[in-house]
């Protein structure tokens, strides 16, 4: 259901606003303005699309960036260099071209919840989960009414992103704690005068460096005659 949404955007962009699963989201979806700007923003966003579908990224981020040149106020240009920037893993600076791209989708519900997303999946992908749950959030409140199921399955994506997140610190506590148990059975397995120098190691190891310096070099005490 997620890459046939994320297709579905692709599409959108490619074809300048005009898909029928904008209707959905009611009548206030913009329209492509007539000036020449707007048209050859529209048509370098649609070759960054295009340049991103297959995988030349930086490509996608330069033409993305002309577009907007060309016209500051298309979402779509933003929404495109977005998109190429969180797969080049530069999530800050693709937060704020959605950001920007939903700003300048007004009353468009349809560019702003598509932008939403993005922004959703981006945070996601970088495991900011609370973040990405707020966005995922956003997301379903604003498509709820007109499509219910995307709405929830938003939701379920929020919940995965943390479940991802608390797997994976379960999983370096139990590394953790299988490491500790390794190196207690090897000094079990030892004699004892060795398990005592392994023990003063361990002990050096969290010791800061001036306590370790002493350690290994214990000053040296006068004797009176």
Partial sequence: MRNKFLTLVALAVTAGWATPAAAYFGPERNRVPESRAYRQSSDLTTRSVEALLHGKTQRAVDLSTEAIAREPSNPWAYYARANALTQMGRTESAIEDYDSAIALSGKDVWGRSVAIYGRARALDAADRCTDAARSYKEYARLVAPFEPELAANARQYSGYCVAASIDANAARQKVAAMNHERTMGRLDATPMHHKVAAKKQLRKKALPEHHK???????????TR
């Fill in 213 to 223: 310096v002493a350690a290994v070099c214990p000053p040296t005490t006068k004797t």
